[in-house]
Nanobody, 121 residues
Framework: QVQLVESGGGLVEAGGSLRLSCAAS????????MGWYRQAPGKQRGLVAT???????NSADSVKGRFTISRDSAKNTVYLQMNSLKPEDTAVYYC???????????????WGQGTQLTVSS
């Protein structure tokens, strides 16, 4: 099994910065993709940013230029540096990883438990 443990959420004022971390552990052969999604109250969960093992990134238009995703593949850890935070960034942030646990089977999707980010105006 694979576990994703997030850390770094909290309360921050608008314009502030925060960094989220997510570490994957367990039976891991490779992690082709890691990423962050978020869900605000009353809304569906949506993409924030993803990063491949090769370092290619993709992010939502709403966070471009403010959020930066990175990963430390040696530690199976993904980070989300969030700058110039806005009240509309308030949400539960979920770590996601596409993990291949053995070389014999295809990858599966895993989620963290979520971490709350609240941005006050």
């Amino acid at each position: 099994q694979v576990q994703l443990v997030e850390s770094g959420g909290g309360l921050v004022e608008a314009g502030g910065s925060l960094r989220l971390s997510c570490a994957a552990s367990g039976s891991i052969f490779s992690i082709p993709v890691m990423g962050w999604y978020r869900q605000a109250p009353g809304k569906q969960r949506g993409l924030v940013a993803t990063i491949t093992a090769a370092g290619s990134t993709n992010s939502a238009d709403s966070v471009k230029g403010r959020f930066t995703i990175s990963r430390d593949s040696a530690k199976n850890t993904v980070y989300l540096q969030m700058n110039s935070l806005k009240p509309e960034d308030t949400a539960v942030y979920y770590c996601n990883a596409v993990v291949q646990t053995t070389p014999h089977f295809g990858p599966s999707n895993y989620w963290g438990q979520g971490t709350q980010l609240t941005v006050s105006s």
